[in-house]
């Protein structure tokens, strides 16, 4: 259940002194082969961390030897002192490795704009190689925790083969990822291509459509590598399918853990005359804050529903359209449907449906209620 | 100070029973002439509620006679009988005024799915009809209240002829307008051209970019109506000017008194490549639940507004941003400027300006922060 299930992979999870708790910090995941086959994908804010900056480079070559990753700061907005950092942390571990450091990944948690305290990260990075094991992984995915309340980790096994995960992030999730890191390891023969077209795909449809509040972070990684060490090859579509059903873990746990939501909501569009429209659609109601202090107050509001709808250009008539709320259709033919007392909104789970009636294609937006505790935790972060 | 401080109209604002508060809901102004020219505005959702899909018809030939509006219901989402209601309610006063219903703009603004109950909707129209007076304009004002603590009223008197006005809105203030209702008259003598010019000239530099929590109303309308009384006939350009100073004074009272909020934000996008991209950077800042909670807390988290300009398409390079909040750099070229324990984010009113470093234009989007009683409000608005 974690990313130290497939074969070929050691991993750690220690303390390096960067958060004021004193929990741990720093966490390091290291492919031993034989194949160092790696995709990867990031943010696509436009103000991305050094991190990230330096992180593009190495995956450029399609090959990865290691991932180290730190919580307690973000390295962003740092400047060329904040690319140094990266580039020293990339070669700090490469050495202890007896890796190029041109094969390291790193990744950053935390603040923006302040400078790492090197003088910490650097015996953490020899602390981490020291403490690497074959079964290290919930220690990896403890360490990179910020404001989680859980450590995120899935597994999935096929015919001889496995795929393991591990995610954190609990605010900040939107499209094109956002405050979120996650590794993904597998020991299934792939070639560098194949890998790469998995996660595309796979990322698409999961921590694309996680959208906890709308913000994109600049730190967001997603790095899959292939260790081959299982010596067993399987199709490309159905590793794909289960590298989808992997990060479809990841996400769901994510929204689960998402900062001071009371409410995970999944809000689909049927019928819809593209995926794109369906996509379109869902995340404007993912994204109306009317919408989401109404599923906080266990309120079927479905006229806010309606009015995010109408902000769109996707395919509709407004006098066709269908909203169901936990399986009661509260709005009939863009009017009044069933009686809204029929919804029950107390538990955690919330289902929204929208039929637009205007095609065949579906779409899901995974988000959450905008609550007290929301406002509370963002509103005292950096204070 | 208000819809009657021109000549020639009339108003009033009475209770018609909508309100289980109890409080004025209902208000008319009438345009005496001698002309009766008018233009009007209505918002972009194209899940229009039913006065926005009647209103449209009446001011396509230029001519406005009255405008009735209550609060206590949206008659949004209500299929043919809500446009039906809306019709005999534009008869029914047009019954008592002696004019034609095609003449009536009709506004509506409270809970969306619900019918009116027209056997008070029609008893408040020969009321408000009744209490018509010259001098009735801040009764009106205050009718058209749903959540707002205080009415909004404005007027600017030029050579010879002025302008009043009078708005409604406390939530759901975003572009392309939102819970909002305006009626603005004049007396000055313009071509119903030269009205609808000024009008949108005036509208998309005040109440377009006033985006309190991203959310777009199904109701919105803003009506300038010209009853030509003063005889004077201004310069095109001069009106236009004095029409925008009463434009922006009534959406900077709708942004002091939006809901739950405790700051008004002021986010400027300076030294822009194009008035587009300025007003896209803002927008982006505006909307970041992460930004407009910090600002809540009192914490100038300059990393959050990066974050939002990265997530735009304008022309800049991330190494030349500036940010400045209240005065104090805090980010300079891309990374840490002054210190931002030198920010003082302890008042209501908040500037935060973004240097693209890459041309010369400017735009302002005016919003609130993210509070607890914004949470609250929203979260019980129906229950």
């Known amino acids: 259940m974690s990313v130290t299930t497939p074969k070929g992979f050691r991993a750690a999870g220690v303390t390096a002194g960067l958060k004021a708790s004193g929990k741990p910090d720093m966490a390091l995941v290291v492919n031993d082969g034989p194949a160092r086959a790696a995709a990867a994908v990031f943010t696509s804010n436009r103000v991305a961390a050094a991190p990230v900056l330096w992180s593009r480079q190495v995956i450029s070559d399609g090959r990865v030897d290691a991932v180290i990753l730190n919580s307690g700061g973000a390295n962003a907005c740092t400047g060329a002192e904040g690319f140094q950092n990266t580039h020293a942390t990339a070669e700090k571990t490469a050495g202890a490795l007896g ?3 041109g094969d390291v990944v790193v990744c950053s948690t935390g603040l923006i704009g302040e400078q790492l305290p090197m003088d910490k990260v650097l015996p953490g990075v020899d602390a981490a190689a020291a403490a690497l094991s074959a079964d290290g992984g919930a220690e990896a995915a403890t360490a990179i925790m910020t404001t989680d309340t859980v450590p995120k980790q899935a597994a999935s096994t096929g015919a001889g083969y496995s795929i393991g995960g591990m995610a954190k992030g609990a605010g900040m999730l939107a499209p094109g990822l956002a405050t979120m890191l996650v590794v993904i390891t597998t020991d299934a023969v ?17 921590f694309d459509r996680t959208d906890s509040d709308g913000c994109m972070s600049t730190n967001d990684t997603v790095v899959l590598m292939s260790s081959a060490a299982s010596g067993v090859a399987p199709e490309p579509a159905e590793f794909t399918e289960r590298l989808t059903t992997v990060c479809a873990d990841l996400a769901r746990q994510l929204i689960g853990d998402a900062e001071g939501a009371s ?26 804050n009317l919408f989401k202090t109404a599923i906080f107050g266990n309120d079927p509001n479905w006229g806010r529903v309606l009015s995010a709808v109408g902000t769109t250009d996707a395919v509709f008539e407004p006098e066709q359209l269908n909203v169901t709320m936990n399986g009661v259709q509260v709005c009939r033919n863009g009017g009044v449907g069933e009686s809204r007392s029929l919804v029950d909104l ?9 039929d637009l009636n205007a095609g065949s294609e579906t779409a899901t937006i995974w988000t959450n209620d905008l609550t007290h505790e929301y406002v509370h935790e963002n509103s005292a972060y950096s204070s």
């Open 99 to 101: 890796v190029s450091a």
């Open 346 to 354: 107390s538990g955690r789970e919330v289902s929204v449906v929208i």
């Open 263 to 288: 409410h995970d909501i999944a809000v689909t569009t049927v019928n819809a005359a593209s995926e794109a429209d369906a996509e379109t659609v869902s995340r404007a109601v993912a994204r109306s």
């Open 190 to 206: 792939l070639e560098q291509a194949a890998l790469d077209a998995a996660l595309r795909q796979a990322t698409r449809v999961t």
